[in-house]
C-alpha cells in the first residue's frame, strides 16, 4: 500500500524555537495532505489541509501564523511551529489522500507521527 | 457536543471475549465510516470500512445504523494483541476526505 514518511518521530526543542516537521508521500502524489494533532489520552484533531500550491486552510482555533504549513510539491508537506511553547507539545500527525479527485474514495495514509516536547 | 462520540473505556475483557463499541456521530450528512486502531504512541491504522450492510473481516464485524446515526464494531475471540485503542472516524459529504475522529475507545485484553 502507499507509504507515507514523517520526520523527525521525536524531536525536543528549547521554548522560542521553530520546529520543522515533513510529511512525504512516498510512492504516489497527495495533492493533499491533513495535518492533526494530539494530546495524551484524546482524539486526532484535525489542525489544516493542506493543498499542494496554494494555501493550507485552517481549523478553528488554530493559528495560521504560529502553524506554518507549506505544501510546495505533490509530495511534501511541512509543517512548522514557530515560537513554540511547552503547551505545543504533542504528538503531530500527517495524512495524505491518493489521488486528486476528493471524491473519488477513502483512501487515505497516516504517516508514523512526530513527537514534539518543547523544554 | 462532539461530532463522533465514543465511549471512551477502558473496556477490560477476557482474552477470547466478545466486546462490542459503539459510536454515535451527529452530522447528518456522514456519508462514509471507518474504524481505526491507534497503539499507544504510534499512527492510527485503518481497521476496516463500515458498510450500510454490514461487514465482516475475521474476527471483526462493523455495523451502521444511519436512521440512529450510530456505527458498532464487535470482535469476537478478544486476542492479547487486540489491546488498542479503537478510532470511530466519519467522513462527511463534501468535506474532501477530511476525517473526524472520535476520542476513542480504549480495550485491554488480558490472559
Known amino acids: 500500500g502507499a507509504v507515507v514518511s514523517q520526520h523527525p518521530s521525536r524531536v525536543i526543542c528549547k521554548s522560542g524555537t521553530s520546529v520543522k516537521i515533513e510529511c512525504r508521500s512516498l510512492?504516489?502524489?497527495?495533492?493533499?495532505m491533513f495535518w492533526y494533532r494530539q494530546f495524551p489520552k484524546q482524539s486526532l484533531m484535525l489542525m489544516a489541509t493542506?493543498?499542494?500550491?496554494?494555501?493550507?486552510?485552517?481549523e478553528q482555533g488554530v493559528e495560521k501564523d504560529k502553524f506554518l504549513i507549506n505544501h510546495a510539491s505533490l509530495t511534501l508537506s511541512t509543517l512548522t511551529v514557530t515560537s513554540a511553547h511547552p503547551e505545543d507539545s504533542s504528538f503531530y500527525i500527517c495524512?495524505?489522500?491518493?489521488?486528486?479527485?476528493?471524491?473519488?474514495?477513502?483512501?487515505?495514509?497516516f504517516g508514523e507521527g512526530s513527537w514534539l516536547t518543547v523544554v | 457536543r462532539k461530532e463522533v462520540e465514543q465511549d471512551p473505556g477502558p473496556f477490560n475483557v477476557p482474552e477470547g471475549a466478545t466486546v462490542a463499541f459503539n459510536c454515535t456521530y451527529s452530522?447528518?450528512?456522514?456519508?462514509?465510516f471507518f474504524w481505526y486502531r491507534q497503539d499507544c504512541r504510534k499512527e492510527p491504522k485503518l481497521l476496516m470500512s463500515?458498510?450500510?450492510s454490514g461487514n465482516e473481516d475475521g474476527r471483526f464485524t462493523a455495523q451502521l445504523n444511519r436512521a440512529s446515526q450510530y456505527i458498532s464494531l464487535l470482535i469476537r475471540d478478544s486476542k492479547l494483541s487486540d489491546s488498542a485503542t479503537y478510532l470511530c472516524?466519519?467522513?462527511?459529504?463534501?468535506?474532501?476526505?477530511?476525517?473526524?475522529f472520535g476520542g476513542g475507545t480504549r480495550l485491554m485484553v488480558k490472559p
Open positions: 510512492d504516489f502524489q497527495a495533492t493533499t
Open positions: 493542506s493543498n499542494e500550491g496554494s494555501k493550507a486552510t485552517y
Open positions: 463500515v458498510y450500510s
Open positions: 472516524v466519519v467522513n462527511i459529504r463534501g468535506a474532501g476526505n477530511m476525517l473526524t
Open positions: 495524512s495524505a489522500r491518493v489521488g486528486p479527485n476528493p471524491n473519488s474514495g477513502n483512501t487515505i495514509y
Open positions: 452530522n447528518s450528512a456522514s456519508q462514509s
